[in-house]
């Protein structure tokens, strides 16, 4: 049951980034980012009051770090699905799997543990077969001028690795799941309110404006979905799964948006989506109580 809950979740997720990408042609990304986290915003207040969840916390400053590169992370994200075929876009956001290889195998080297890199060998060419795909993903989106917005993807999964990092911080001093995501709502809400006051915020007159409730509302889903999966089978198994969000937006892209990827894209595509799972699997052994990323 828990693979339906994650295969749920990443539906849900790939849904609301099609809702982002419809939006994103009359909506700034601080707007989207501001909608979609009053919405969830709303949504885990509710979730918190029904399960008697107390929102006071003993740690702001930590969710405060973990916001700054939360928030940032998928502001990153909502421009480069703004920008980017979606399937590429999403790839990108998910590469902040590999990047916690990244950050252990560098970690490792600064403390001059040679001996324990070689033993990570395996971990390291997991992280450059990634990257490899990933320069296989852009060479596409480079003929194409796109080449800001392909950076701006990878530094969305770059932020998601950060935040993730302290998303696990946060869980073991004890930080339920519903108040970080509240938190982290709180932040995107009052990011995006910022940003609306310096640029101007887009009237809400206009029919595109539909989309931005089903957004939120599609992001609480999926994160009530990878939570229950979570909490209900295999932290690998469930964090694999997760990248199947990749196939929906591919599918999405093709049948909504026309978005024509060259083949190399595609192997690309595959390259780092296996290279991802496979460093899920490594690093839960190099470092076994970290738990698998939020999205």
Not at 22 to 38: D, I, M, W
Not at 81 to 107: C, D, E, K, Q, R
Not at 242 to 261: E, K, M, N, P, R
């Amino acid at each position: 049951m828990h693979a339906v809950w994650m295969i749920a979740g990443s539906f849900f997720f790939a849904s609301m980034s099609v809702c982002v990408k419809f939006a994103s042609p009359y909506f700034s990304t601080l707007e989207n980012v501001f909608y979609r986290g009053v919405i969830g915003l709303i949504f885990m207040a509710v979730l918190a009051r029904s399960r008697k969840i107390s929102l006071r916390t003993s740690v702001p400053m930590m969710h405060l770090w973990r916001n700054v590169m939360g928030v940032t992370a998928m502001a990153a994200s909502f421009y480069a699905l703004a920008h980017l075929p979606l399937a590429t876009a999403m790839t990108l956001n998910y590469m902040s799997g590999v990047w916690v290889a990244t950050f252990i195998i560098a970690g490792t080297l600064v403390m001059g543990r040679l001996t324990e890199i070689r033993r990570q060998g395996p971990l390291v060419l997991t992280v450059l077969a990634a990257f490899a795909g990933v320069i296989m993903l852009l060479r596409p989106t480079l003929d194409q001028d796109q080449l800001f917005a392909g950076l701006v993807g990878m530094l969305s999964g770059l932020l998601g690795a950060m935040a993730y990092i302290q998303v696990a911080a946060l869980g073991r001093v004890g930080e339920s799941e519903t108040r970080t995501v509240f938190y982290f709502s709180l932040g995107g809400t009052v990011a995006g309110a910022a940003g609306m006051l310096i640029q101007g915020a887009s009237t809400l007159a206009r029919v595109e404006a539909l989309w931005l409730l089903p957004m939120g509302i599609l992001a609480a889903l999926g994160q009530l979905c990878m939570t229950r999966a979570y909490t209900r089978g295999p932290a690998i198994v469930v964090a694999n799964l997760q990248y199947t969000s990749i196939v929906f937006a591919a599918l999405y892209g093709l049948i909504l948006f026309g978005d024509s990827i060259p083949l190399m894209g595609w192997a690309g595509m595959a390259l780092v989506i296996c290279s991802a799972m496979a460093a899920t699997v490594l690093r839960t052994r190099a470092v076994p109580n970290l738990p698998a990323e939020e999205h």
